[in-house]
């Protein structure tokens, strides 16, 4: 079935699942390499992650479905398990994992929960990526906190994702000062680090070292680019983004939160440059951390920040901020001089934005690229529609893919050759309430 031309030829949309529990795709990377395959939590509305008892994946083909891993025991308050992505080459996949150690009175949390790995072949056995120290004076490698929402690398070296410290969740309630900030963390396999065991099981070995990348400061300098908040990040390029010495820079995009010159809070996009090696200290504190201080990033490590919004009429940036394979442009979305949320785009080493999208109603989620990088996919008018990246007219560039309905699409993928877009859609079966369900359209 080819691309549609017109707003009434429309691809045809097949359900993968049904039943009575959810099949959230969460908007991670979620397609097997061979795209056969699709993975996804549980969780239900009420309960979130920390209530959602297991990982399943359902073949695209035949509908079939496998449980990849099962907490037997879950209660409402964890440990939990959710956010699962693929890895873009192998059969594994990485996901939240709540701490062994959650109870009632110390349930799933922001800060306490880890990323852990299975392997297809091997469901229900988990090795452990991130380690986590929360005793002083802690481990270089190691985290103090929670991971959440972990993104592979598109050649599968590195892992990146949104962290928040529990250390510094403990100083903000000791002093009533805002501490337990998001930021932005990654881990390679390139070092080693051992974490002190203890009895609670607090404390979890990971596999792989992690640093944090981007400094968050609980009270920015209004008009500066310092950032209260790191989020709705991904990875730039498969590798990173060419350099005009041409090297490639390992490189991180996300939305910091600045404070404008009259004291209002921005989202701006950001990059965090990467070194190679990431178990080296920095200017500005240890790996580890303090009790009083957040981990801090490795030598080498810049944070720059490419968007300036927040003193025009329709200030921020909105979305999960994604990166063509080849790391030449950023997409983010932002408001035009209309007022109407677009899609724009942004080379990874700076410069003036480019309005990708003209649409006269607001487009409703983040993008997806097109392996290519010559399109983009994304929600708009409650359909899912293309745009190409080109000189053309708008009207030439822009096709409406699935018809419009009553509520937009959401967890917008396509799989890593590009022929398929997953998506989610909330349906009601035999009179009960709405579920979330996987459906596919097949761009061939």
Known sequence: MGTCTSTTNYLKETQITSGDKNHDLDNNDNFSPDGKWLVYDTRTVEGGIGGCASIERV?????????????????????????????????????????????????YQQWRRTGVIVNTNNPNVTVYMDSRDIIPPFTAGA??????????????????????????????????????????????????????????????QGEWFSA??????????????????????SWVGTQGYLKADGTWQNARAFLGKVTSREGKQVDELFVADIPDSIN????????????????????????????????????????????????????????????????????????????????????????RWSPDGKKVYYAWNNSIVSCEVSEDTFEKRLKILTAP????????????????????????????????????????
């Open 143 to 204: 985290l103090r906190g929670g991971t959440h929402r972990h993104e592979w690398r598109r050649d599968g070296k590195w892992v990146g994702y949104t962290y928040n410290d529990a250390i510094m969740k403990h100083l903000e309630d000791s002093t009533g000062v805002k501490w337990n900030l998001r930021t932005i963390a990654v881990s390679v396999q390139n070092h080693k680090n051992t974490v002190k065991k203890n009895a609670d099981g607090e404390n979890v």
């Open 405 to 444: 309905t009553a509520e937009a699409p959401s967890n917008i993928v396509l799989s890593n050759d590009g022929s398929t877009i997953a998506f989610n859609r909330n349906v009601k079966a035999d009179g009960k309430e709405e579920k979330k369900q996987i459906f596919t359209i097949s761009l061939k």
């Open 280 to 367: 080296v200290p920095g200017e500005y504190g240890p790996l580890q951390g303090s009790q009083t201080s957040f981990p801090m990033p490795p030598k080498g490590t810049a944070q720059r920040r490419l968007t300036h919004t927040a003193d025009t009429k329709f200030p921020g940036c909105g979305g999960v901020v994604r990166s063509s394979a080849d790391g030449k442009y950023i997409a983010y979305q932002a408001k035009d001089t209309a007022g109407v949320q677009q899609v724009f785009l942004m080379k990874p080493t700076g410069g003036a934005p480019v309005q990708l999208t003209f649409h006269e109603k607001d487009v409703q989620s983040g993008v």
């Open 59 to 107: 073949n695209t083909e035949t509908g079939e479905i496998q449980v990849l891993f099962n907490i037997p025991d879950n209660q409402e308050w964890g440990p939990g398990v959710g956010a699962v992505s693929y890895h873009p080459l192998e059969e594994k996949v990485i996901f939240i994992h709540g701490l062994s150690s959650c109870s009632k009175e110390n349930p």
């Open 212 to 233: 944090v990348i981007v400094r968050v400061v609980p009270n920015p300098v209004p008009g500066s680019d310092e950032i209260s908040n790191a989020a709705s990040d």
